[in-house]
């Protein structure tokens, strides 16, 4: 079958993309609002966009027209700060408990019965149950789309790294251990299964 997106509603193109970018991991993003609430939300258009510096990108989609934003991006573009937790699958039901849309009073980690932690460096904490987490600062946003569906990109640089003892060594986290979970289509998440290790070619 071949497709035209431009033929396609908005409903049917999002569809397509989630049911083809597959796995795709999951920031579990915290942060703070100007005001002192806490907010927790998962993400899956997510990525390492850059490792000197070390930036994570991710993506909040717009569902509506026009210039409603996420909790989490405004809280991020007022306070330039936020925390990325590795999902796993011991919190994956807490984490999916985050993902409904909730007004911007609403303190996630208690929704979800979460535990924040004080982070090193930003304000935003982290989630205690996250064996990893990454405090960043705002590096860049970038709007990508008008339309619902359009998303507001936030490139975040890392300022502080924290790793459960037992699941890093030599900088290697052993992903095993970490059991990351990831988003598939639909309410469907996948777990890490058969790792293959194929070395590259020697040129």
């Known amino acids: ?18 049911g083809s970018v597959i796995p795709r991991p ?3 993003v915290s942060t703070k609002s100007k005001d002192g609430v806490l907010n927790l939300a998962p993400y899956s258009f ?24 996420k909790d989490t991006f405004t809280n991020i573009i007022e306070t330039e700060e936020f ?7 011991d919190i994956i039901n807490e984490l999916n408990e985050t993902s409904g849309l909730y007004d911007a009073d ?16 930003v304000r935003a904490p982290g989630v205690k149950e996250s064996p990893v987490r990454m405090e960043c600062r705002l590096y860049k946003t970038l709007s ?11 490139f975040g640089r890392v300022v502080h790294f924290y790793a459960d003892d037992a699941l890093i060594e030599n900088s290697r986290i052993d992903e095993k251990q970490v059991k990351p979970i ?4 639909g309410f469907k998440y996948s777990k890490l299964g058969e790792i293959i290790e194929i070395p590259r070619p020697e040129v």
């Open 83 to 89: 925390v990325v937790n590795v999902a796993t699958e």
């Open 26 to 28: 999951i920031a579990f």
């Open 182 to 185: 990831a988003r598939l289509a």
């Open 1 to 18: 079958m071949h497709i035209n997106p431009d033929t396609l509603s908005g409903k049917e193109r999002y569809k397509l993309m989630i």
């Open 46 to 69: 997510y990525t390492i966009a850059c490792f000197n510096p070390m930036i994570l990108a991710f993506f909040p989609i717009r569902y509506k027209k026009g210039d409603e934003k």
């Open 106 to 121: 609403v303190d996630e980690f208690v929704k979800a019965g979460l535990t924040p932690v004080e982070s090193k460096i």
């Open 144 to 154: 990508l789309g008008e339309d619902e569906g359009g998303s507001d990109a936030i």
